[in-house]
């Protein structure tokens, strides 16, 4: 019997030393016995070394029901994996090539499957597995997905980001391309395997050509020099809108269709134009992308005047409705952060004389 009359917790008949220093967090006091002799606390739980006799630093825990943390049926989806070891070591139940993944079996009864609803993939609510080694079978991944019923591509995540990057690069060059073939003035459809203009966008084709050729020539009669006529590229997106980059005015192919329409993509090709002819409307990088917008707003009326043939109050107040629309239904984006505040600034710089027009601008203005 030890001075304290106390002995180890594990049974084993041994006296524990006493403690050198207080630890609340293990529940030791200096000067008094510790519950355990060091290496017995595992025996208390029914665990035992392998070899017999205490463990020592570095020696392998017991695995399994024989470990004093196991949970039983009490599991989430990666332990339950855990338990089965490495499907690296066996083979693939349908190729016999070696296995990379565990997959559950479709016939597995019901009462041992569990869903775990804090894991998700593929959309769904949760992912269902079981505690049961049986019940798992070694599988290849492209086996895994054919087994479950899953499209297998085929592709890691690097070749996807690849394909990605390959698709981009491919996007770039064909725009330098068209931009070193694109015939000044003319209209040219992108891609180049896209379908070609149809008899009636060509005639819209025409009537855009002629009024920058128009434009270019009342410019140069007034003694503009190095005045050149853009590249005009029509796209195939859907959502896009006129930009100017480098003499590029682009399009969407919306833009030649018949109709009503066609007034408003007048707009849009006169304020891309104002980019294209005006330095301060060019270069709109970022600081100045706002008042870059403003200027092409202006530099518009311009445009429609001398290259579509409108009158001049026709085609301020053209202008006028397009930004009014613009401030009711578009959505901001870079350059038109306050869309209000930009039919203000054009308002200001017309001189216009009915009024402004009742909008709330933002209240931090963009500079």
Known sequence: MSPSGRLCGCGCGQVPPFARRTRLYLGTVKGEPIRFVPGHANHFYGVRPPTGGRFKKGMPQPRGAQNHNWKGDDVRYESAHLRLGSAREHACKDCGKPAQEWSLKKDT?????????????????????????????????????????????????????????????????????????????????????????????????DVIESAFARFVEYERARGAVGLELPRIIITSAENAHGNTVQGIITLPRRALSPGPNNLFWHIVAAHEG??????????????????????????????????????????????????????????????????CLELHEYERMTQWTTGLYPCTELAKKVT
């Open 109 to 205: 009864p019901q009462s041992r499957v569990q869903v775990d609803e804090n894991k998700r993939r593929r959309g769904w609510t949760g992912v269902t597995f079981s505690t049961c080694p049986t019940d798992y079978e070694p599988r290849c991944k492209r086996c895994h997905r054919k087994y479950d019923g899953h499209a297998w591509t085929g592709e890691k995540h690097w070749q996807r980001r690849r394909k990605a990057l390959a698709t981009v690069a491919t996007a770039l060059l064909a725009v330098i391309m068209l931009t070193a073939c694109a015939t000044p003035g003319k209209v040219m459809v992108a891609p180049l395997w896209a379908p070609k203009l149809t008899p009636a966008e060509q005639q819209e084709a």
């Open 274 to 339: 104002g980019h294209a002819y005006w330095e301060n409307s060019r270069n709109c990088v970022r600081g100045r992308l706002a008042p870059c917008e403003w200027t092409a707003n202006y530099h518009a009326v311009e445009v429609l005047v001398y290259g579509f043939g409108y009158d001049e109050p026709t085609a301020a107040r053209l202008v006028h409705n397009w930004l009014i629309e613009g401030a009711l239904h578009a959505r901001p984006s870079p350059g038109h952060e306050d869309l």
